[in-house]
Nanobody, 123 residues
Framework: QVQLIESGGGLVQAGDSLRLSCAAS????????MAWFRQAPGKEREFVAA???????YYSDSVKGRFTISRDNAKLRVHLQMYNLKPEDTAVYFC?????????????????WGQGTQVTVSS
């Protein structure tokens, strides 16, 4: 069983930066693929970024070059550093963990989910 708790969301202006963190529990953390998804009002949940157990990273085209995902296995943390935020980045951001993930953008492959943290970017 893995519990995930997101933090770091808030209200920022376009062009600002923000760092999201996901605190995980569980001894198997280092073996899990970790990801961030987001969901804007009235829209489906979408893939943002993922990091494999061996720290390979994957990004959606909409955030590539602006967001960076990282993990700290010793501290059981996953971070999402977001630069040059845009109003269209406004959403609830969710942390997810999965132990058998091949296609990192598919939300159904992730077993564990956090409650989400709100990111609002004003223009």
């Amino acid at each position: 069983q893995v519990q995930l708790i997101e933090s770091g969301g808030g209200l920022v202006q376009a062009g600002d930066s923000l760092r999201l963190s996901c605190a995980a529990s569980g001894r198997m953390f280092s073996t899990y693929s970790m990801a961030w998804f987001r969901q804007a009002p009235g829209k489906e949940r979408e893939f943002v970024a993922a990091i494999s157990w061996n720290s390979s990273t994957y990004y959606s085209d909409s955030v590539k070059g602006r967001f960076t995902i990282s993990r700290d296995n010793a501290k059981l943390r996953v971070h999402l550093q977001m630069y040059n935020l845009k109003p269209e980045d406004t959403a609830v951001y969710f942390c997810a963990a999965g132990d058998v993930v091949v296609t990192f953008w598919e939300s159904t492959l992730y077993t564990y989910w956090g409650q989400g943290t709100q990111v609002t970017v004003s223009s």
